[in-house]
């Protein structure tokens, strides 16, 4: 691995940034506790630099000193940053085939989120042939009340979160957008009930979209997917039979990820209503 110079850090680079970093690498790569002065030779700058890095990163709970030894090794949020990010791809490399099996079915555009605190993001798509006129990036960031998506974080979270949103000045993208707190608060229960939740012009113009949600084994909203496509492609007359596949991927999903009978009792029984909800 090579080694951080004091004063040779690349154009543009933060430095201590950067010694941030190779200092978590350093932790998570090694075997056992780390000391300070083998940290310290390794990355090529002096002990009270890299203790200075330690301190910080203890505080943060990146890196945890073990009292008896003084030495260092990686602290929990550390791990829970890097089970989120294998969870991420874990879903990605599931949900492909049953993402293309619907698209192909179907002929839309198929986009899968990952809920991320009170927020989601869109993580993979598979475009479709009118998909030029529906382009979802990923990595977009999905608004929780004009989106179909975001609507199912709303109705699977706690009841304060959607107060919060409620009460927000609510952006207007189209005449069908909701911004009235009481039609919001309206359409969030009659998403919890029935399990999936629908965008009808909501986002753009002449865009529909209908999402089912991922839960994990903790009875926890975990991720969606959704069908997206043009008005004339997923019509309001067709939504039983489109939902009735979207919930059976949904199955797919969450069974393959976690493969409790939990996780398919939910999809498969319609999602209701949780307690706390």
Known sequence: MPRIKERQSPRGQVHAVALALRILELLAINAKPTRVTDLAVELGTSKNRIHRHLQTLVEAGYAVRDVDTQRYMPGIRLLQLGNAVANQYDLVTVSRPVMRRLRDGLGVAVVVSKVVGHQIFAVE?????????????????????????????????????????????????????????????????????????GSFGERQVGVNSIAAPIFNAADELFATVALVGLANELKKESLPALVEQLRGSAKEISGALFDTNLARRKVATGFPVRADG
């Open 125 to 197: 798509h598979m475009l479709s042939p009118s998909s030029d006129a529906v382009w979802v990036f990923i990595g977009t960031h999905l608004e929780l009340h004009s989106s179909a998506q975001g609507k199912l974080v709303l109705a699977f979270s706690s009841p304060e979160l959607l107060d919060t949103v409620s009460k927000a000045k609510l952006t207007a993208h189209t005449g069908q957008t909701i911004v009235d707190a009481r039609r919001l608060q309206h359409e969030i229960a009659k998403v919890r009930q029935q399990g999936w939740a």
